[in-house]
Every structure is written in C-alpha cells, then in structure tokens.
C-alpha cells in the first residue's frame, strides 16, 4: 500500500496540485522520488467526492520545499477504525501539547481528554498563550449544541467575559459543572478546586491559613504550590440536602468535623426555635422575611442579608418571626 497522505483542499481526477507544506516534507523525509505513487485524501464532507475515498497519485515534481503531483483515480473506501479511540493524556511541562494533538489526530484518535496531575506544569507562553483565545472561538461556534458541549462551550463564555483569555479557563474545563437550587449545598473538601459562577449562595469555610488560587483572577497564582496542594482525584458532585432535626431545623451532614449547618425556619404563630449549636459561638444569617433573635438577654430583630454573632455563652438563644435563616457552629464541642 502506497503512503497516504492529507490534503485540505478539492481533489479532482487528471488535474495536477502542489501539495501543501505538511505532506509534501512528510515525503521528503520519507525520501520519495518523482515517480512514485502516493495516496491522498480530503474528508470535504458528505456529497463531495473525496468525502469517504481516496485518491491515487504520482508524484512529479520535488523541489526544495515543495512537492507537485498529478492526481489519479478516485477510490471509494473507508477507512476509519472500527472502534473510537479515545486519549487520555496528563499536560505536558513542556511545549509538546501541539505535537501530541497532531500526531494523535494522524492516528485517527477520536477524541483527546487532557488532565492536570501532579507533574502537570501548565505555562502559556509565546504562541501558546493564544490557547485560551482559539477554546473561546471554538465555543462560540457550538454555544447552542444540546447536551455537554453546548454547556461546555457555555461555560468557556461565561468566563471570557468576566476574565477574557485568562489561562485559568482552561483549568476550569477539567472541573465538574453543578448546579444547585435553593437549599441544596455542596460539600468541597480541602484541596479540591472550586469556582462560582453565578448565583447567590451561604458558604461556611473551616480556619485555614493556606488559600492557594488557581486561575480568574489578577492576582498571583503560584502553579507549582498548586500542583502539590490540588487533589486531581476525579469524583462525581453529589449535591448534599438538609435533614430535618425537629421542627423548623434542618441540618446539613458532612464529614468535616470543623463546622456544622443548619437552615433555620421559625414560622409566624409558631413556638419559638431552640437554636442547636450550644457551647459554641455561632453566626444566624437570615436570608429571607424577618426574625426576631432572643438570647435571654436581650432581643434583636433580624431583616433579610442581616445576621448576628451569637457567643458560646449564650446557651438559650430562640428565634421566632417568619423567616429562613442560617446557623453555623463549630463542629467540636
């Protein structure tokens, strides 16, 4: 079988073509003579032919650079594997992303999925800062497609806008999209990237002295303390909802032992709520209505965005009023 090669431009049977730069220093270093018959293609599309055959060809002329040939037959044939094959590969910490998505391609490989690891080192220089430039215009061609890839692409917008051609958008592609409806929450465990995107939510976080950014921002962002503090373990996002305690308290179960969580909803008419979460201090939110806070002291009443900061020594604190709220607590008590 004579070597094959791609040609992105019309193929017609009898007409002569100087063969674009890539195939024709492919045959140089394959040492081909004038003479010598070569296979092409061109994968135009359905109902043009050369869509799913090939061509014969001659070679018959070789200059320095380039290589002129005279077109033969068409043959209609397939020639794509059985099986797609799909390519997992960990980010290079060098510049041979390029040549890996062009030989992989040459391959036939259907699709190729990068991944951050922990020798992942991901630097756009030179050319290759363009990188997030070309994802966001490939996007922008597929932002209505149904299913993940219109919300893929989706999601590469929505982050060009705010940060335009930030690398960190490419990091953001390797995470998981979730979305969660009023009182659903999500647990992320230390070492476990995250982003907002839109919406507004409660976040309770455990005391930590080492925040490490990871992209969208203007700030530093330090790679390679990233690599060594980023779990890349891949999971599935199971949005967590609130079991209810007794009435009008719901509780938020996680493993982390440093906080808890509970969605407090006193109901007008109603006896007041015991607040749980005694012998620590703790923070009551209200998010929505209006509470009236009593901590046996005194009285506070609490609009919605307002919130108050209960001490541990305030063990019979209540709330009444019509409202949702939320309370958080040290975990260890």
């Known amino acids: 079988m004579s070597a094959r090669f791609y040609a992105d431009t019309a193929l017609t049977t009898g007409s002569t073509l100087t063969l674009p730069d890539h195939a024709a220093r492919h045959i140089q ?18 109902g043009q032919q050369g869509s799913e055959g090939e061509f014969s060809a001659t070679i018959t002329r070789m200059g320095r650079s380039d290589v002129d040939v005279t077109i033969g037959a068409y043959t209609a044939t397939h020639r794509e594997a059985p099986r797609a094959v799909h390519l997992v590969v960990s980010m290079p910490a060098n510049e041979r992303m390029d040549w ?6 040459e391959l036939g ?18 050319e290759r800062a363009g990188l997030s430039e070309l994802v966001c215009a ?17 999601t590469v917008l929505e982050l060009d806008e705010v940060f335009p051609s930030d690398p960190g958008i490419l990091a953001a592609l390797l995470m998981n999209r979730v979305k969660l409806h009023p ?13 907002y995107l839109r919406g507004t939510g409660v976040e309770v976080m455990a005391n930590s002295d080492n925040v490490i950014r990871g992209g969208l921002t203007s700030k530093h962002v330090d790679v390679g303390e990233l690599v060594k503090v980023v779990d890349f373990e891949p999971i599935t ?9 007794r009435a009008g308290v719901k509780k938020y179960r996680t ?6 969580t509970w969605r407090i909803s006193p109901k007008a008419g109603r006896a007041p709520i015991r607040l749980p979460g005694r012998r620590s201090a703790r923070i009551l939110l209200v998010i929505e209505g209006e509470a009236e806070l009593d901590t046996g002291v005194e009285q506070l009443t609490l609009h919605r965005g307002e919130a108050a900061f209960l001490p541990a020594t305030d063990l019979a604190a209540t709330v009444t009023g019509q409202a949702v709220a939320f309370l958080t607590a040290s975990g260890l008590r």
Not at 255 to 260: G, I, L, Q, S, V
Request: net charge negative; proline share 9%.
């Open 255 to 260: 493993p982390c032992d440093e906080f808890d």
């Open 109 to 126: 490989v259907a699709s190729i999925q990068p991944l951050m690891t922990e020798r992942s080192v991901l630097r756009l220089k030179g």
């Open 183 to 195: 009182g659903e929450a999500l647990y992320v465990p230390a070492g476990q990237m995250h982003a």
């Open 29 to 46: 270093v394959l040492r081909l003579q004038p003479g010598d018959s070569i296979t092409l293609f061109n994968g135009l599309g359905s």
């Open 138 to 154: 490939a996007a922008m061609e597929k932002k209505h497609a149904p299913g993940e890839l219109g919300e893929f692409s989706r």
């Open 237 to 245: 996002p199971r949005p967590i909802h609130p079991v209810a305690v």
């Open 100 to 105: 890996l998505v062009e030989k992989a391609t």
